[in-house]
């Protein structure tokens, strides 16, 4: 497989991205990707016999951790049209998350991942690419670039006071929202979950202004409802949405002490106890309709949504009644 290609073939498919290239440059080439460590910027992974020139590794954005590097997450140059892709690695995790007293056992599936990419391939909000086996039977994820921010840069980035935004922004946010709900629908539907729903894995496409899923490599072994672990982390996304980020306690307490006042224990979220769900207490525009609907993730909840059905249904209802 790596013979197709010679030092020097490859020194002219890369001339465009490595401007500085000595004329004798030799290449490491890879297609054995089990210890990704080795596999560094300037290096050849060779897939199906496709030369991909590495450039950076991916960084972990969550909670702003924007330094942590993911060294089986790396970018890359596609030698064959020049198109930036993301590669992504086979890389074993596991950790316990639980809900209230509902505990999931977490671990990363390459072939969860690859099964999605392809039930979702030419679904607009879901990141697109395909699967390939390296030379040592690892699957390989070659992603599609999408450009943009994440939907919580998206917000950050917003200037303005809470009420202007949620008149003015929320409602075409929550339109787009409800697009990623129903793209999770349709996963759901098809025996499948995302895994890892999160704010930092909805990116907003610069060009289109559509909502895409990303990263669909966590898998979790359920007890009650296999899809419990999801629809948690919709509301999560749906608060920060609907607040404009996370409503703290300690903030409240240092700069709204009148609203902080005002909180009890079951207002709080139900895994994150710093973070506000009942968040008509802090804006008391918001509808109660609405407020409503992000009370089943807190503290105090006593229904849980058991699908995602529930939950578009209450948000259509929401919106009927603006």
Known sequence: MTDMYSQEDLRQLCEPWLASIRPNHQFKIYSDTTDFFRIEYGDILMLDSQPYLIRHNAKEGRFGLDDEEKFWVKR????????????????????????????????????KEERILRLAEGHPNFMQGFSV??????????????????????????????????????????????????????????????GDIRRDHIL?????????????????????????????????????????????????????FLAFDKLFEDDVNIVFNNRVANLKKIYPYIPESLNRILMHFSKGVTVYYENTVQLLEDLREYKNNL
Not at 240 to 246: E, N
Request: proline share 1%; hydrophobic share 40%.
């Open 204 to 256: 907003v496409e610069r060009d289109t202004g559509i909502y895409r899923w990303i990263d669909f490599d966590y898998n979790f072994r359920h007890r009650e409802n296999m899809f419990g672990y999801d629809l948690f982390g919709l509301g999560n996304v749906l608060t920060y949405l609907v607040g404009m980020g996370d409503v703290l306690i300690q903030d409240l307490h240092a700069n709204n």
């Open 76 to 111: 890359a140059i596609d030698l064959q049209n020049g198109q930036t892709k993301i590669i992504k690695m086979v890389f074993h995790e596991k950790f316990m998350a639980h809900i209230g007293d509902i505990f999931f056992e977490c671990f990363r599936s390459p072939q």
């Open 133 to 194: 086996l390296d030379d040592h039977d690892n699957i390989i994820r070659v992603l599609d670039m999408i450009q943009g921010d994440t939907v919580a840069d998206h917000i950050r980035k917003l200037s303005m006071n809470h009420e202007t935004y949620f008149y003015e922004q929320f409602p075409k946010i929550l339109d787009n929202y409800i697009s990623c709900i129903e793209a999770i629908r349709f996963l759901h539907d098809h025996g499948e979950k995302h």
